[in-house]
């Protein structure tokens, strides 16, 4: 059984190195979600919705929602300094109480709990303490982080942790709605809803108990399997680099083709613009002065 921390109990001067287990399991049949056409799994990603893209573990910050859309947002470093100060892996009996005092609705989870080396003495002590005296023990304790409250009690000669829900973490039954008020019941139908409950009334056997659409959930997943029903998810193709390289390439020839210059005729065009501009420059250069006066020189 796998071991989840390793700590103490202590009540009064007496400390009880322990270990602590899980005592129960969830067991529900967990469905995957496929895509219908391939089969394939469905990929959930964490996306931010205004940037529009898929967000990296780095750039996720905690924060705490104290409004709609309103946050304050912690550091890894200040939630790891309040980690540190409750990281004390012992569990303090505060007080001892029956256990008819602590109605069911507090119970949230079950721990088995097994001494740690040395510790075999003292737990068979405080094992048989609560036995003979028929009580239980009320603790605090941390548990991944996080302070319970715990009831200690012994189950079938093993000690058993049971957290314990906060007074401030079990809702209000005020603010149940449509209770109907107390009222006096046809006295009657009371007498016929007590024989039935009689008529019901056995010892507790939890092994009589099960969890009858599991079993067929179960039942039916198996039926489909020896009747070869079943199906193979599509494995994402893998790029093929000659594939790539070849894409690769016509994507580049289509793109040299869009881009290629004006047509030859443009080019004409203007090249006969330039020719034209200096070739009026050049007849325009007879009209200066200098060769009248070298024409003047020769006939004289």
Known sequence: MHTMWKGTISFGLVNIPVKLHSATENKDVRLRQLHKECQSPIKYEKTCPVCDREIESDEIVKAYEYAKNKFVVLTEEEIEELQEENTDKSVEIMDFVQLEEIDPI???????????????????????????????????????????????????????????????????????????????????ELDTAKMLIDQLTAEFDPEKYQDEYRLALLNLIEDKKNQDQTTTAKERAVPNNVTNLMDALEASLDRAKKAKPAPAEKKKTTTTVKKTTVTAKKTTAPKKAVPKKKQTKKNA
């Open 106 to 188: 507090y119970f949230e989870k079950s721990y088995y709990l097994s001494p740690n080396e040395g510790g075999s003495k003292a737990y068979a002590l405080l094992r048989s303490a609560l036995e003979d005296t028929g009580k239980i023990g009320v603790a605090k304790m941390v548990i991944r982080s996080k302070e319970q409250l715990a009831a200690i009690r012994v189950y079938k000669n093993t000690l058993v942790v049971e957290t314990i829900h906060y007074p401030d973490e079990v809702r209000n039954v005020q603010d149940v709605p449509n209770v109907p008020e107390e009222a006096a019941p046809v006295q009657k």
